[in-house]
């Protein structure tokens, strides 16, 4: 069974910074590009950031460029988020993902497998 478990969600201040990872167990995904999505209250999950499947190419929602960085360590089958400079507009449900391919998607319907999604509340 495949299981991806994001970690390091939590309360910060605007302005702070918090390091979201993932673990995938299961199945190795160092052929696979992977995902980071939120999703806040009455609203569409959305892309955030990805990262292709061996690290060398990452791309960004234009409302964190610049402020969160993605990495990926396929020796240990995880996958980082480093968020600075925190919003309140960043408050949102955190998804990490798997995509079915080694290039970058954006789109949600291009990831089978989804983790259960972390908490992360910026206060202002």
């Known amino acids: 069974q495949v299981q991806l478990v994001e970690s390091g969600g939590g309360l910060v201040q605007a302005g702070g910074s918090l390091r979201l990872s993932c673990a995938a167990s299961?199945?190795?995904?160092?052929?696979?590009?992977m995902g980071w999505f939120r999703q806040a209250p009455g609203k569409e999950r959305e892309f955030v950031a990805g990262i292709n499947w061996s690290g060398g190419s990452a791309l960004y929602a234009d409302s964190v460029k610049g402020r969160f960085t993605v990495s990926r360590d396929n020796a240990k089958n995880t996958v980082s988020l480093q968020m600075s400079n925190l919003k309140p507009e960043d408050t949102a449900v955190y998804y990490c993902?798997?995509?079915?391919?080694?290039?970058?998607?954006?789109?949600?319907?291009?990831?089978?497998?989804w983790g259960q999604g972390t908490q992360v509340t910026v206060s202002s």
């Open positions: 299961g199945r190795t995904f160092s052929t696979n590009a």
């Open positions: 993902a798997a995509a079915w391919t080694m290039a970058i998607l954006t789109a949600t319907s291009g990831y089978d497998y």
